[in-house]
């Protein structure tokens, strides 16, 4: 290598350590490491497998033994969330404070076993979602097929557990869970939402759920589909705001509907159709869909020519 | 560890257990496994590495040895799906009878051997498709580029291999492969639609394509479109029915438009606008734009002012 | 194996390497490799270690010792990318021409070297965009969890690198990059667009931007948006022509909104409202929405009622 390189190789090293100096939030050194995604995301394996057992792992699963197979995957699964847990609470909390190490490990011991005791609970859920992706999608075929390939249940099920940890308010978990199932799926459910049982997610590219929206039981939700907030102008000071709308007991969205704004209720047993974009709420036992959203068809002559089209359509 | 903790963990196994046992469809143990998706992926990239030889690895290729390069990855091939096609035939249809190995390996044999065969035919049919991308896509460079990194080849590659699965009845596996490339492209091919030669997705983000879709050739898809049904409130009812539409030949399909319904139509050589929502048949060689999709403009003095705008678009 | 077999796969082979005769664009050998997405992928990785320091790995960094870990990841950097642009370079512009390899080298180390150099800007522009982002999302907790988590932080930190590749010609890897943001998040940004500091895109997927687009600073993107061409019907002739739309300084585009032509520019400081579609200019200053988009509601008797309903948003 030439000279000349190596001066242009400091150059570049003092530029870009003076880039860190400037900002210094855009580095994380002198400091322990914010967390590990590769273990989070090992994490989420094993919990899915204890989840569905034998679906997602090549060796045999006995019944008699089934009790050593779900203790051992706990202990794994509660060794790997302990370190993750602690890794934040420090980062988040501690860094710059004076705390013995037995005080912060009392507080993850304490974190962790909250979240395991709620796994029967997530489990009993994400049964219930399986249960209603099988009723609501024609092109099922059966439950294995579904817990086994489909977008929208490894999307809620990630979704169930990354509420547990924020509702422990562990800090950065839950966003990097979510965004990997995010990543996976295109399915984008903040952690900090709240969804009932038997909640089915179809096809799911695009979809959006924010942070404060309140779910109901039953709700089916297609690609494309925004539960968003309304102008968000006003940035950090919204922080902790519901700004996302309600949304009640076995409500359907078809695709590509938004709706938007936290004082929205979509009342019970409604249906927004396909598109509609709503920020009002909607009463109970409503069929809500766009109308005359006019067409305009022409033939290979430029000629246009009429249609009766679309006057009434939930898809 | 403390006698509490071991205490939790014991309570935490039963009440897990018990759920498996509570609803058995949601645990796969005493049983074969389903299927392996490590292994499946491998066949997906080995197939690639056939239909592209040269693209997809790092080693040169010789022309006149190519012969034995394309032997070898066939037998890898063949043997990784046998295994495959095997476990989800017995998974699906054998796991509760007596049946003998040789008849499942005879049944294997056979849908192997017509997979195989299919393969120059799912090649030409993909060769077309880069010859379509590449007349469509101004931004494309040169067919290469296209084959290196275009997603839509990528999604409607792997759609054609797992169509072929699906034509032959081969439970999980069609579904297993789409939602691999679902995953990787955001574009959700259903491996049950039938799609002519030429097909071009650009972008392809949100696409969803049903399962008993049926398109013809040289038909051109954009980002965020939708073929997909009418009320799915019948659920499982409709399993088996035509519920997605049918597009003939020469059809464009803009970014977001929804098409929906088993009955609907658009006739050849017709250009279905942005974001238009259709659910009733369009006649051939027909545009459809949406008109009229008023805006309002207002200033910065919240004054409203009018504009001469979008009267009539295609993109 | 029976001889039958031996036969049918004998038979295959010759229909498989016929096809590629035919079509010899589809295959690549006799020829070097065209590039190593494995290694691509590894230089992006590096580079955001780079831009983030402590963020993505396991071990700690001391800022004493600093220097030496920004040099040696530079040096690993700049190894791979010289590789990497060494073979495209060959592979698109000489692999007919009997040129010496000291050329190719040369050439090679300017494009290298230009690349290096640019790394403290694109730094700088990152540092912006995590800073618009924290602003702009009421959601987010600290900058560490979007420089951490947020998926369009990424695509829009690999679209910075992927566009220096752009200007200086550098054929495939600019595409393969922002390929590969796009496979990870669902955004779509072509590595050929102009865009400012400050930019910030919320959830993302589904986004698209355009080639030939050009963005201002301080603009906010939401999922879905498609800053896209007007008819793509003239396919490659349109290569290397401004298609896409001009989008000035502080302009917030919501949605599901689609901005399409390269005459369109939206004025400094205007606002898109949701779903809008435009395909003419927006003077400055102004808000854009979707008016009278009727809705209709139904209650479960069937009896069609009015509400009081949109008529005036903007998220």
Redesign the interface.
Known sequence: MSRE?DE??SQ??S??????KQ?P?????????????VEIIEILNELRQ?????????K????ET??YY??NL??SIQEKLHRQIKCVLF??NYINMEIEDSILEKKTDEIC?SI??S??KI??YI?TD?QAT????????????I?????GIFAVCIYRIAHELYKLSV??LP??MT?YA?????I?I?A?AEIGKYFFID?G??V?I??TCMIGDNVKIY??V?L??????????????K?HPTIEDNVTIY??A?I?GGETVIGK?SVIG???????S??E????????????????KAKEFD????S????
Chains 1, 2, 3 share one sequence.
Do not use: C
């Not at 530029?15 to 860190?20: F, L, Q, W």
């Not at 939030?25 to 967390?35: C, G, R, T, V, Y």
């Not at 817990?147 to 977008?151: L, V």
């Not at 249609?307 to 679309?310: A, G, V």
């Open positions: 390189f242009n190789m570049l090293v530029e870009i350590t003076a880039n860190y900002n939030i855009f580095s994380s050194f002198d400091s322990s490491n914010l967390a590990n995604k204890l989840i569905f057992p034998g679906f997602f792992e090549q045999k699963l006995a019944s089934i009790g779900v203790g706990l202990m980062y988040k076993q395991l005791k796994l029967p489990q009993e049964t399986v099988y009723d609501g999608d024609p092109a099922a075929v059966d439950m294995e097929e817990i086994f390939s489909y977008p800090p950065y966003r990097i965004e995010h990543n996976e799926t295109g984008d903040n900090g096809h590219t695009g959006v924010g942070e690609q494309g925004t968003g907030a309304l102008s968000t102008r006003e940035g950090q000071n919204l922080h902790g705001v700004r695709s590509g938004s938007l047993n396909g598109n509609a974009f709503i920020t009002k909607v009463p036992d409503t069929r809500v869909s766009v109308q005359n959203l006019e067409l305009k068809f022409k033939n290979s249609q009766e089209f679309i009434d359509w939930v898809i």
